[in-house]
């Protein structure tokens, strides 16, 4: 009895560390798609600027 409940304490603190990771990951590339894309229409904002000053 002694060693299933060490074990589904271990498979417990085994899966929360594992979600935690997930969530950490998930929000680092959110933040990586957001400033992409931030970065994506500054960059377009800036050619088409260039552009309308050459002409």
Known sequence: MKNQTLRSLALLILS??????CSVIGGIFEV???VGIIGVVLVVVL???IIRKLL
């Open 47 to 49: 050619v088409i600027w």
């Open 16 to 21: 929360l560390m594992v979600f935690t990771g």
């Open 32 to 34: 990586g798609m957001w």
